[in-house]
């Protein structure tokens, strides 16, 4: 009898916590119903305004699940907590390099014709597809109207910034006739393979192929394009080096402030007086973004970084993410001649 009763008891807990669980997932579905949030309304009837049908936007925002993972992942992003040794440990292996390569020689004519109308080399095109999203095998887990509207509603600081991404992603949706609960991406709502946030998808993507659509979830060429017209638009420089190699002393020295995401102000003669020395003679006016990066052993690498580094760093503000695709980007021309 004592074990019918534990069992009957079981069967309740169990039950219990099934009823628990799915009340719990339909109030994460529900948590962004417009009919019970008035933050969620007022942006349905901005959209609306802008042309968007409001029956279908409800539908969608019914669909909308909250996410704490989401929430989580925006305070351990990797260009916060890691050194440089580190951070370059993740991209800088040669699967990567290899695949890099394998992606120019299947692209070839795009690259070149990228090239050709941007300015932009096709390395590093590449190694920038090659660090988002692995030459498009990883562009994300996460649904991007899951990760915009929990981080639009949600996020502590940045919540009017991803209210206008989520409001973009809608636009974008609809208006190419795309299901916004089957997207995904990243936890912060890049999207693609080059993973642009909705407002650069809507500023920078390009039909690259000409077929109508500008598709940077499932079509190369377009991203491609994309990535190359950002950073033509950001004021890439054509044939303008990355970045110089520099020596200087085992202690930082305090008058220079380094790896800034800044457009680069400090010249060359100053960089010199402070004690830093170009690894090759560059002009001494020349403004650049004095580096200063962290190897296993404790020591310090310089290098200075020309426009072109300030340009990757408007699509990743990190000194970190800029350096990785410039060295990816190098391993994998190399790689390419090597080949020839």
Known sequence: MNRARNRAGGYLMTALMACSISAVWADERAHFDPQQHERTQQLVDELVAEGLPEEWLTETFNQAAFSQGVLDAMEGAAERRLRWYEYRDIFMTQQRIDEGAAFIDEYADTLARAEEVYGVPREVITAIIGVETYYGRHKGQHRVLDSLATLAFHHPVRGDFFRGELAAFLKIAYEQGVEPTELYGSYAGAMGYPQFIPTSYQAYAVDFDDDGIRDLWENPVDAIGSVANYFAVHGWQRDSAIYHEANGPDI?????????????????????????????????????????????????????????????????????????????????????????
């Open 252 to 340: 930082p020295p305090e008058s220079l402030t380094f790896n800034q995401t800044s457009a680069p102000t400090v010249t060359v003669s100053a960089v010199r007086e402070a004690g830093i020395e170009p690894q090759h003679v560059l002009d001494p006016t020349l403004p650049v973004v004095p580096l200063m990066l962290e190897l296993s052993d404790d020591s310090v690498r310089y290098r200075l970084g020309e426009y072109n580094f300030y340009v990757i760093t408007r699509y990743n503000h990190s000194h970190l993410y800029a350096m990785a695709v410039a060295e990816l980007s190098e391993a994998i021309e190399q790689q390419v001649e090597g080949e020839r």
